[in-house]
């Protein structure tokens, strides 16, 4: 291969990766599915433990010592969200909203004393 055959190759394989790029970015975080903005939030009085976790993200989160009211927000595309307060204190609830409509609200904790919101979103 020339220099000239070897730079047209690679600029035909730059830019059908951008066009590759481009065409994930505008699809949002459904990668080719639908995506949805979803929000978390706790209120109550006082301060708690937030654990949380969106769509596509396997660990989790901690938000330690947090003031309420709580909220976080993502974009996400399909699968499992979830919020959850340990020994919360009386009065304390959790919600999830999916593009603003309120899916899930939970006032009251299990037999474990775990107050938790989930909601599953299917692509």
């Known amino acids: 291969m020339t220099f000239p055959a070897f730079r047209t190759h690679v600029t035909s394989l730059l830019t ?3 066009l590759a790029a481009a ?3 505008l699809t949002g975080c459904g990668l080719m599915g639908p995506s949805y903005d979803v929000k978390m939030e706790v209120a109550g ?3 708690a433990d937030v654990v949380y976790s969106f769509s596509g993200d396997n660990s989790g989160k901690i938000a330690h010592v947090q003031k309420l009211p709580w909220s ?3 974009n996400v595309g399909f699968g ?3 919020v959850g307060v340990k020994n919360p204190d009386p009065g304390t609830t959790c919600r999830i909203y999916v593009d603003g409509k309120l899916k899930e609200e939970e ?3 299990d ?3 775990y ?3 989930s909601v599953s979103l299917k692509g």
């Open 16 to 18: 059908a990766g951008a």
């Open 80 to 82: 499992f969200n979830q």
């Open 115 to 117: 107050l938790s919101c």
């Open 72 to 74: 976080v927000a993502q």
């Open 23 to 25: 065409a994930v970015s």
């Open 45 to 47: 009085p006082g301060s």
């Open 111 to 113: 037999a474990k004393g």
């Open 107 to 109: 006032k009251k904790p």
